[in-house]
């Protein structure tokens, strides 16, 4: 029982970090917790979770197509395994999707709001439909184990009966949907690498996965004898690795003799990205797998076949992601940046994976998914030796129960303390500072240095009369043209103009708290939520903080606007006054309030290189 | 300071905080599994409801506690009020709640100066209730190290707060006791679901299993020795 | 059907269609994140106007005759109405995205930093010229200059055409929009030495200027691309069923067949001995 309690003790782990992550995507929306961008708008949890996760699970209609259809009785020990392992794939690919969908609640539109023409239509009622198809097939299994109940012995008994068109139904479902999934790329014809994009993707997607479909049962058929430490299922694996190597075969060659017909034959041998990504994935998914099980069985050593089988599932997952992202024109020219997944991405991935593993260990303990129970031929090892430093738990199943779960929720914590609010709001944010303005008499400002300013004439305005509190309407003490850079402090984001830690800090001005906070109302139901009471403001201390003549006469709040709000609403408000009062002006100059009356052509600054650097020519930016 | 402060104030509380909630519906539903485990072995399956639901509301509205010991029902009463509902209702922790989850207790929350004199019923309770233990043999007898150290515990967020809201004037002493105040209060929510303080979730529970444990079926003592590898060995 | 035509050489740049639409449209203040396109375009900047040191373009949906967005939505939230815009049903929607994914023009945005998010786009104030509030969208009739103009499709696109023929020295001999993907409600013509071939995402493609059999056309819609895998999922299904039923019979029969064989022997043999 060693090694399935440890592999338990990982999954309840690895669910507890989901845990967290899962409320925090729920709470705070896609784009924080995920690196999907306006790009890439489909990342990891559809490449990996729904068509790798449905993929994954096309064990279930391989195995049942060769043993009840085409009569491989040898395989029947595992069709049940296959079976519950299909319908957990499912269910965990439903579970993935509610992750990745923006409106997860609103996934049973499909049923009633019908799009014929889409594929993913199609796909989502063929899941769903499997998804029953699979329940229906796997009832007897949860039935026999109460024959007393006479309702359920005759349910059992009526799906026994119906047993074979389940599975014929199941085989037509899977057919439609595993190339479904390959249809969904029919339409990004743009998008995908040519060595990816077919017009015969749907029926390519379909042989992968019955390549997948064998090699995934061996695997699990493996790694559960691994683990519950059964004798491995030699003859059955020999058989399956024959079956698949012949389908890795002819999946090789039809997906060579694809891209040679459509003539994309020289992005072969092209070095790129996409080459040697292409590459990779036909080495993982078939050449390593082929060789390995062109061994013959008795030759090989488990761990070998082991490999190969996981190998081959994992290329074939990677061609799914391939597909599903990484191959995007996005990742391999320069359209848009390369996305990578988030490790909250990855975490809610295996979380899915972990749960159903879960599940699938809970339904071989507890029901008859094996010929054998697993714990037939365990030998029970007896607590070693009296341990009076150990702490006695209970009996196992109390000892698992009280592991599990501590190592649930203390992963749980951890990851919930790691994950700061504040720190993913403000996360999605291109944080660009402002520095100050450059010049003498006239100024550059272009707060963000990326030459694409405005010229502004100081000493003209200096000229027309105004004085500097004007313009500067706030200071700092001691200082008359404090800069608009010290509190206007990024291009697009509300700054602070107060700094709390400073003022109460020591080394800095080092006051107590009730210098500014009144300590009779500061606390107490009086305070409420009028903050105004609670503090002195700060011209009680600062005399000389708003200039006299300055536009702003009232400090309202420490937040300070950003750089080109603030910039936006000083001048244009200014001029647009100053165009409406004097009539003169308006005849001079009708266009003084207007954008490009500032923003001038940005050519006048071609002549300084330095500010262009970096800035291709003709490139296309955005006008402010 | 400022650093540990914070460190404290975000990742620390979140920590503790989700360990005690999370832990404590732990702590209930497997006590409420073995419970339920150990009725399907028990060969008796009858369980004295009446006796059980009479010791809970017992232990919830003790009156009759106030006819046998009345000092002692008195301030422990007024202790666990004070414990309970001073930290959820001071004002500055609702304005916490108010910022970080949203959910709004600031109506309810309590003047300043009966959170005060809460907060300072409640650090006399404890310290009496403190003396109590230590006063009286039969509880002095039955108490670990842990029983006394706990209601200290228990009262140093509550006389570091007191410190906070009342006596500070320097910004210095002020963070050194509110990171006091803070670092307590996350001791104490993590040890929360593994300690005595779970009786403030497992209460309901810890009589029906009692009353449970008298029906374990007769070979249970058996099982105990085998699963600690002690067959044969004279008890 | 209705059609928007932008002339790039008339634009000045003034930013008046963008705050006209933020208007109109009722949008919030833009923010740049992290996860928008460069291209100015968000969930709340729904045309947005670039320049590259010469010439100023404004983009925004394109409301593609055949549009591969209302194509693809398993639910049908998107969808072609009878003036010529696409527009979106918030209603229907469970955001999967594949609108976004299947753009040819990336036109689509997503609310990304909402819980509760949407797809957010142009829609030809759509509504509002339906409801008689407004007889043009907001941003044609804020144009200063004229650059951009609303009709019909038809007129816009003769418009189009007698400009170029009138300064063939000035313009591009091409109207964008009039066949690409099928043709779309939104065209633009173009100064000769700024082509706008890079808004449509196949000329950014790898293998530029390559044959490659099964690749659809520049000028076929979109949604011809997955007619045939949808026109074949009954026949698949059903040939399938055959299929395995087929099988099924057989082998199955082959089994009956050899176990009556067997008996059959066995009483023979039973019969000898």
Same mark, same amino acid.
């Given at each position: 029982?060693?090694?399935?309690? +440890?592999?338990?003790?990982?999954?309840?782990?690895?669910?507890?970090?989901?845990?967290?992550?899962?409320?925090?995507?729920?709470?705070?929306?896609?784009?924080?917790?995920?690196?999907?961008?306006?790009?890439?708008?489909?990342?990891?949890?559809?490449?990996?979770?729904?068509?790798?996760?449905?993929?994954?699970?096309?064990?279930?209609?391989?195995?049942?197509?060769?043993?009840?259809?085409?009569?491989?009785?040898?395989?029947?020990?595992?069709?049940?395994?296959?079976?519950?392992?299909?319908?957990?794939?499912?269910?965990?690919?439903?579970?993935?999707?509610?992750?990745?969908?923006?409106?997860?609640?609103?996934?049973?539109?499909?049923? %009633?709001?019908?799009?014929?023409?889409?594929?993913?239509?199609?796909?989502?009622?063929?899941?769903?439909l499997?998804?029953?198809?699979?329940?229906?097939?796997?009832?007897?299994v949860?039935?026999?184990?109460?024959?007393?109940?006479?309702?359920?012995?005759?349910?059992?008994?009526f799906?026994?009966?119906?047993?074979?068109?389940?599975?014929?139904?199941?085989?037509?479902?899977?057919?439609?949907?595993?190339?479904?999934?390959?249809?969904?790329?029919?339409?990004?014809?743009?998008?995908?690498?040519?060595?990816?994009?077919?017009?015969?993707?749907?029926?390519?997607?379909?042989?992968?996965?019955?390549?997948?479909?064998?090699?995934?049962?061996?695997?699990?058929?493996?790694?559960?004898?691994?683990?519950?430490?059964?004798?491995?299922?030699?003859?059955?694996?020999?058989?399956?690795?024959?079956?698949?190597?012949?389908?890795?075969?002819?999946?090789?060659?039809?997906?060579f003799?694809?891209?040679?017909?459509?003539?994309?034959?020289?992005?072969?041998?092209s070095?790129?990205?996409g080459?040697?990504?292409?590459?990779?994935?036909?080495?993982?998914?078939?050449?390593?797998?082929?060789?390995?099980?062109?061994?013959?069985?008795?030759?090989?050593?488990?761990?070998?076949l082991? /490999?190969?089988?996981?190998?081959?599932?994992?290329?074939?997952?990677?061609?799914r992601?391939?597909?599903?992202?990484?191959?995007?024109?996005?990742?391999?020219?320069?359209?848009?940046?390369?996305?990578?997944?988030?490790l909250?991405?990855?975490?809610?991935?295996?979380?899915?994976?972990?749960?159903?593993?879960?599940?699938?260990?809970?339904?071989?303990?507890? /029901?008859?998914?094996?010929?054998?129970?697993?714990?037939?031929?365990?030998?029970?090892?007896?607590a070693?030796?009296?341990?009076?430093?150990?702490?006695?738990?209970?009996?196992?199943p109390?000892?698992?129960?009280?592991?599990?779960?501590?190592?649930?929720?203390?992963?749980?914590?951890?990851?919930?303390?790691?994950?700061?609010?504040?720190?993913?709001?403000?996360?999605?944010?291109?944080?660009?500072?402002?520095?100050?303005?450059?010049?003498?008499?006239?100024?550059?400002?272009?707060?963000?240095?990326?030459?694409?300013?405005?010229?502004?004439?100081?000493?003209?305005?200096?000229?027309?009369?105004?004085?500097?509190?004007y313009?500067?309407?706030?200071?700092?003490?001691?200082?008359?043209?404090?800069?608009?850079?010290?509190?206007?402090?990024?291009m697009?984001?509300?700054?602070?103009?107060?700094?709390?830690?400073?003022?109460?800090?020591?080394s800095?001005?080092?006051?107590?708290? /009730?210098?500014?906070?009144?300590?009779?109302?500061?606390?107490?139901?009086?305070?409420?939520?009028?903050?105004?009471?609670?503090?002195?403001?700060?011209?009680?201390?600062?005399?000389? %903080?708003?200039?006299?003549?300055?536009?702003?006469k009232?400090?309202?709040?420490? +937040?300070?606007?950003?750089?080109?709000?603030?910039?936006?609403?000083?001048?244009?408000?200014?001029h647009?006054?100053?165009?409406?009062?004097?009539?003169?002006?308006?005849?001079?100059?009708?266009?003084?309030?207007?954008?490009?009356?500032?923003?001038?052509?940005?050519?006048?600054?071609?002549?300084?290189?330095?500010?262009?650097?970096?800035?291709?020519?003709?490139?296309?930016?955005?006008?402010? | 300071?400022?650093?540990?402060?914070?460190?404290?104030?975000?990742?620390?509380?979140?920590?503790?905080?989700?360990?005690?909630?999370?832990?404590?519906?732990? &702590?209930?539903?497997?006590?409420?599994?073995?419970?339920?485990?150990?009725?399907?072995k028990?060969?008796?399956?009858?369980?004295?409801?009446?006796?059980?639901?009479?010791?809970?509301?017992?232990?919830?509205?003790?009156?009759?506690?106030?006819?046998?010991?009345?000092?002692?029902?008195?301030?422990?009463?007024?202790?666990?009020?004070?414990?309970?509902?001073?930290?959820?209702?001071?004002?500055?922790?609702?304005?916490?709640?108010?910022?970080?989850?949203?959910?709004?207790?600031?109506?309810?929350?309590?003047?300043?100066?009966v959170?005060?004199?809460?907060?300072?019923?409640?650090?006399?309770?404890?310290?009496? &209730?403190?003396?109590?233990?230590?006063?009286?043999?039969?509880?002095r007898?039955?108490?670990?190290?842990?029983?006394?150290?706990?209601?200290?515990?228990?009262?140093?967020?509550?006389?570091?707060?007191?410190?906070?809201?009342?006596?500070?004037?320097?910004?210095?002493?002020?963070?050194?006791?509110? &990171?006091?105040?803070?670092?307590?209060?996350?001791?104490?929510?993590i040890?929360?679901?593994?300690?005595k303080?779970?009786?403030?979730?497992? &209460?309901?529970?810890?009589?029906w299993?009692?009353?449970?444990?008298?029906?374990?079926?007769?070979?249970?003592?058996?099982?105990?020795?085998?699963?600690?590898?002690?067959?044969?060995?004279?008890? | 059907?209705?059609?928007?035509?932008?002339?790039?050489? @008339?634009?000045?740049?003034?930013? *008046?269609?963008?705050?006209?639409?933020?208007?109109t449209?009722?949008?919030?203040?833009? #923010?740049?994140?992290?996860?928008?396109?460069?291209?100015?375009?968000?969930?709340?900047?729904?045309?947005?106007?670039?320049?590259?040191?010469?010439?100023?373009?404004? #983009?925004?949906?394109?409301?593609?005759?055949?549009?591969?967005?209302v194509?693809?939505?398993?639910?049908?939230?998107?969808?072609?109405?009878?003036?010529?815009?696409?527009?979106?049903?918030?209603?229907?929607?469970?955001?999967?995205?594949?609108?976004?994914?299947?753009?040819?023009?990336?036109?689509?945005?997503y609310?990304?930093?909402?819980?509760?998010?949407?797809?957010?786009?142009?829609?030809?104030c759509?509504?509002?010229?339906?409801?008689?509030?407004?007889?043009?969208?907001?941003?044609?009739?804020?144009?200063?200059?004229?650059?951009?103009?609303?009709?019909?499709?038809?007129?816009?696109?003769?418009?189009?055409?007698?400009?170029?023929?009138?300064?063939?020295?000035?313009?591009?001999?091409?109207i964008?929009?009039?066949? *690409?993907v099928?043709?779309?409600?939104?065209?633009?013509?173009?100064?000769?030495?700024?082509?706008?071939?890079?808004?449509?995402?196949?000329?950014?493609?790898?293998? @530029?200027?390559?044959?490659?059999?099964?690749?659809?056309?520049?000028?076929?819609?979109?949604?011809?691309?997955?007619?045939?895998a949808?026109?074949?999922?009954?026949?698949?299904?059903?040939?399938?069923?055959?299929?395995?039923?087929?099988?099924?019979?057989?082998i199955?029969?082959?089994?009956?067949?050899?176990? *009556?064989?067997?008996?059959?022997?066995?009483?023979?043999?039973?019969?000898?001995?």
């Amino acid at each position: 029982m060693d090694r399935i309690n +440890k592999a338990k003790l990982i999954l309840w782990t690895i669910l507890g970090i989901a845990g967290a992550v899962a409320i925090t995507r729920f709470i705070f929306g896609l784009g924080v917790t995920t690196n999907l961008t306006d790009n890439t708008p489909w990342g990891f949890w559809i490449g990996f979770d729904v068509m790798g996760g449905v993929a994954l699970a096309g064990g279930g209609f391989v195995i049942a197509a060769f043993n009840y259809i085409f009569g491989k009785k040898i395989l029947h020990p595992i069709a049940r395994a296959a079976i519950l392992t299909a319908f957990l794939g499912y269910v965990a690919v439903a579970i993935g999707l509610l992750f990745d969908l923006g409106l997860p609640w609103n996934i049973w539109h499909m049923i %009633i709001y019908w799009n014929p023409h889409s594929p993913l239509f199609e796909v989502g009622w063929c899941v769903m439909l499997y998804l029953t198809v699979l329940t229906l097939e796997f009832t007897p299994v949860v039935l026999e184990k109460y024959p007393n109940i006479k309702l359920l012995s005759i349910i059992h008994g009526f799906l026994y009966k119906i047993r074979i068109p389940l599975v014929i139904l199941g085989i037509m479902l899977s057919t439609l949907h595993q190339s479904s999934l390959g249809s969904l790329f029919l339409a990004m014809p743009y998008r995908l690498h040519p060595l990816w994009y077919s017009p015969i993707i749907p029926v390519i997607f379909f042989f992968s996965a019955i390549c997948l479909g064998f090699m995934m049962v061996m695997v699990e058929s493996m790694t559960s004898s691994y683990l519950y430490r059964k004798e491995q299922e030699i003859h059955i694996l020999g058989k399956i690795k024959k079956y698949a190597s012949y389908m890795l075969i002819f999946y090789l060659f039809v997906r060579f003799a694809d891209i040679i017909i459509r003539g994309a034959g020289s992005f072969l041998f092209s070095f790129s990205w996409g080459m040697s990504l292409f590459w990779i994935e036909i080495l993982l998914s078939c050449i390593i797998p082929l060789i390995i099980f062109s061994m013959p069985i008795k030759k090989i050593k488990i761990s070998i076949l082991y /490999f190969g089988a996981f190998i081959g599932v994992v290329g074939v997952v990677f061609n799914r992601l391939n597909v599903g992202g990484i191959t995007h024109l996005n990742n391999l020219t320069e359209i848009g940046s390369f996305y990578f997944p988030s490790l909250m991405e990855f975490s809610i991935s295996a979380g899915v994976v972990s749960a159903a593993m879960l599940i699938f260990f809970y339904f071989v303990e507890n /029901f008859k998914v094996w010929e054998e129970s697993p714990f037939d031929n365990l030998v029970i090892n007896k607590a070693s030796k009296f341990n009076s430093f150990k702490v006695y738990l209970g009996s196992n199943p109390i000892v698992n129960r009280t592991k599990f779960s501590f190592s649930f929720i203390f992963a749980f914590g951890l990851t919930f303390a790691l994950i700061s609010g504040g720190e993913i709001h403000s996360s999605g944010f291109d944080k660009s500072p402002v520095t100050k303005a450059r010049g003498a008499d006239t100024l550059l400002i272009d707060g963000n240095r990326d030459g694409y300013g405005v010229v502004f004439a100081h000493v003209n305005h200096q000229k027309l009369g105004y004085t500097c509190g004007y313009c500067h309407h706030i200071n700092k003490p001691d200082d008359k043209a404090t800069g608009c850079y010290e509190c206007h402090d990024d291009m697009y984001l509300i700054g602070d103009a107060f700094r709390h830690d400073w003022h109460s800090s020591s080394s800095g001005a080092n006051l107590d708290c /009730f210098k500014c906070h009144n300590k009779s109302v500061s606390k107490g139901m009086n305070f409420k939520f009028s903050n105004k009471k609670a503090t002195h403001i700060c011209q009680n201390c600062h005399n000389k %903080i708003i200039p006299l003549d300055s536009r702003i006469k009232i400090l309202k709040t420490y +937040k300070s606007l950003s750089y080109t709000d603030a910039m936006h609403s000083l001048c244009i408000n200014c001029h647009e006054q100053k165009l409406h009062t004097d009539s003169l002006l308006k005849q001079i100059k009708p266009n003084l309030a207007q954008c490009s009356k500032c923003h001038k052509n940005f050519s006048v600054f071609k002549k300084d290189k330095k500010l262009f650097q970096g800035k291709k020519e003709n490139k296309w930016v955005v006008v402010p | 300071m400022e650093e540990l402060l914070n460190f404290a104030k975000g990742p620390l509380f979140r920590f503790s905080f989700a360990i005690m909630i999370l832990g404590l519906i732990r &702590l209930f539903v497997l006590s409420l599994i073995n419970g339920l485990e150990a009725k399907k072995k028990a060969r008796d399956k009858s369980i004295p409801k009446g006796y059980v639901r009479k010791m809970t509301f017992g232990f919830l509205f003790p009156l009759r506690a106030f006819r046998v010991k009345p000092i002692y029902a008195f301030v422990s009463i007024l202790f666990h009020i004070g414990l309970l509902f001073t930290p959820i209702f001071l004002f500055d922790h609702a304005l916490l709640f108010q910022n970080s989850i949203k959910i709004s207790l600031i109506n309810l929350s309590l003047s300043k100066q009966v959170a005060d004199w809460m907060t300072i019923t409640t650090i006399i309770t404890g310290i009496l &209730l403190f003396i109590i233990r230590i006063s009286s043999q039969t509880s002095r007898f039955i108490s670990r190290k842990q029983d006394y150290l706990l209601p200290l515990l228990l009262l140093i967020p509550f006389i570091s707060g007191l410190v906070c809201a009342q006596l500070t004037v320097e910004p210095d002493v002020y963070n050194a006791f509110i &990171l006091i105040h803070i670092l307590s209060g996350c001791l104490i929510f993590i040890l929360m679901p593994f300690t005595k303080i779970a009786h403030c979730i497992l &209460l309901p529970l810890s009589q029906w299993i009692t009353a449970r444990a008298w029906k374990f079926p007769s070979e249970a003592g058996e099982n105990v020795v085998i699963d600690l590898g002690k067959e044969g060995e004279t008890l | 059907m209705k059609a928007i035509l932008t002339d790039i050489t @008339k634009c000045i740049g003034c930013n *008046e269609c963008v705050k006209a639409c933020k208007v109109t449209n009722n949008l919030p203040p833009d #923010k740049p994140r992290e996860w928008q396109k460069t291209d100015g375009l968000s969930a709340s900047n729904w045309t947005s106007v670039l320049h590259n040191g010469k010439y100023n373009l404004r #983009k925004q949906c394109r409301h593609c005759v055949e549009p591969a967005c209302v194509s693809v939505c398993p639910v049908g939230a998107l969808h072609k109405t009878e003036t010529g815009a696409v527009v979106y049903d918030s209603d229907k929607c469970l955001g999967c995205r594949y609108c976004m994914m299947a753009c040819p023009y990336g036109i689509p945005r997503y609310d990304w930093d909402e819980p509760v998010p949407y797809i957010k786009k142009c829609i030809l104030c759509y509504h509002k010229i339906k409801d008689g509030t407004i007889s043009q969208p907001a941003c044609t009739s804020a144009c200063p200059t004229g650059a951009t103009i609303y009709g019909e499709r038809d007129e816009l696109l003769k418009e189009a055409r007698q400009r170029i023929n009138a300064e063939p020295d000035k313009y591009l001999d091409t109207i964008y929009g009039e066949k *690409e993907v099928g043709g779309t409600n939104v065209l633009y013509i173009t100064a000769k030495d700024c082509p706008l071939d890079f808004l449509l995402y196949y000329n950014n493609r790898i293998e @530029k200027g390559k044959e490659l059999a099964g690749m659809p056309d520049l000028n076929e819609a979109i949604p011809i691309t997955t007619k045939w895998a949808m026109g074949a999922v009954p026949f698949a299904f059903l040939g399938m069923g055959a299929l395995m039923s087929g099988i099924y019979w057989v082998i199955n029969r082959r089994n009956k067949l050899q176990s *009556e064989n067997q008996k059959e022997n066995q009483k023979q043999e039973d019969e000898n001995g």
